[in-house]
């Protein structure tokens, strides 16, 4: 099946200043809404590419990525649940080998992509999401641009996999990320009860809907994600160095990105908007959190191996607290 699926034709893409690239069509819309509505007001072009949706797929993720003043492309990618995997659940994110061809496609496409859109700007998921392909696009993101001259990659956190408490902390430990000393308690901490007791949740806001058994893997599977991470040193450990950078919208930004998580998550029965609203109320207490009043977004710059910042800043507010 994945064979006979049309790819994103490279050559047809135009020159961009800032490139975000995501799993699945909402993935930056709910997670980077203020920064990719910030990038096209300041006059830059902006690109969202979805690796793991059809070519040509008109989608209210689309359409809200374009009212949100960028472009969008799909790379047509198989996605998980198309490459015989038992289903995008946070029990299947681990890596696997039958994930191997797909991985090199896409980082054969993303490596292609930067050359031809000469994007100064990547955005790439940090990989909180509970499929694989979250993993594989983070993969890609880094084989392509993560050692490039002139050019800045930045780890957006998915949300609502992000609002899991100790997620993201989670998720750093397992990549091994070294942080500077003042941003070493940026990560938030959970206990392990707090981490299970919501460690479901965005499946439930994101209406994938799933039996006892499938959240009782999810569980275990985060008990075990969670004690391999316990041993983590931010500032001792020798993965990639991270800096944790956020970005501060404002009432405006604040009430679009709402409006964002009320078109694209699902309502429920009685055509109420109960997963957006907790999705927002989420969105509110994480953007008090990271120093904002009406909303907040968090990345994580990628630095060079020596000291210093990259030699192409951007305009972000640097968070060390």
């Known amino acids: 099946m994945s064979a006979a699926r049309e790819r994103l034709e490279v050559e047809g893409l135009e020159?961009?200043?800032?490139?975000?690239?995501?799993?699945?069509?909402d993935d930056v819309a709910l997670g980077c809404p203020a920064r990719v509505q910030s990038e096209a007001e300041k006059g830059r072009r902006v690109l969202v590419l979805a690796l793991f949706e059809p070519v040509g797929s008109d989608t209210p993720a689309a359409t809200a990525v374009r009212e949100l003043g960028a472009e969008y492309a799909s790379?047509?990618?198989?996605?998980?649940?198309?490459r015989g995997e038992p289903g995008s659940t946070?029990?299947?994110?681990?890596?696997?080998?039958?994930?191997?061809?797909?991985?090199?496609?896409?980082?054969?496409?993303?490596?292609?992509t930067g050359p031809r859109t000469q994007a100064v700007h990547v955005f790439a998921p940090l990989g909180l999401g509970a499929s694989v392909d979250h993993r594989l696009t983070y993969e890609a993101a880094v084989r392509a641009f993560a050692t490039e001259a002139g050019r800045n990659l930045f780890l957006y956190e998915e949300r609502p996999e992000a609002f899991v408490p100790?997620?993201?902390?989670?998720?750093?430990a397992l990549l091994g990320?070294?942080?500077?000393?003042?941003?070493?308690?940026?990560?938030?901490?959970?206990?392990?009860?707090?981490?299970?007791?919501?460690?479901?949740?965005?499946?439930?806001l994101r209406g994938d809907l799933r039996g006892v058994g499938a959240r009782l893997?999810?569980?275990?599977?985060?008990?075990?994600?969670?004690?391999?991470?316990?041993?983590?040193?931010?500032?001792?450990?020798f993965g990639p160095r991270l800096q944790p950078v956020v970005h501060v919208g404002d009432e405006e930004a604040g009430a679009r990105a709402r409006a964002v998580a009320e078109v694209l998550l699902p309502r429920d029965g009685k055509g109420r908007?109960?997963?957006?609203?907790?999705?927002?109320?989420?969105?509110?207490?994480?953007?008090?959190r990271l120093g904002g009043i009406y909303h907040a977004e968090r990345?994580?710059?990628?630095l060079p191996s020596g000291d210093g910042l990259p030699e192409v800043q951007h305009p972000l507010e640097i968070a060390e607290a």
């Open 75 to 82: 790379a047509g990618l198989p996605p998980a649940h198309e």
């Open 217 to 237: 893997g999810s569980l275990l599977a985060a008990r075990r994600r969670f004690v391999r991470a316990r041993p983590w040193n931010p500032m001792r450990a």
């Open 166 to 172: 100790g997620a993201v902390r989670v998720r750093l």
């Open 15 to 25: 020159r961009y200043d800032s490139l975000f690239i995501a799993p699945h069509g």
């Open 299 to 302: 990345y994580w710059l990628f």
């Open 90 to 112: 946070p029990a299947s994110v681990e890596r696997r080998a039958e994930d191997d061809e797909v991985a090199l496609e896409a980082a054969r496409l993303l490596t292609v």
């Open 177 to 204: 990320a070294r942080l500077p000393p003042g941003a070493a308690k940026a990560p938030e901490r959970a206990g392990l009860m707090r981490h299970l007791w919501r460690v479901n949740e965005p499946a439930l």
């Open 273 to 288: 908007p109960r997963a957006a609203q907790r999705f927002n109320a989420r969105a509110a207490a994480a953007a008090k």
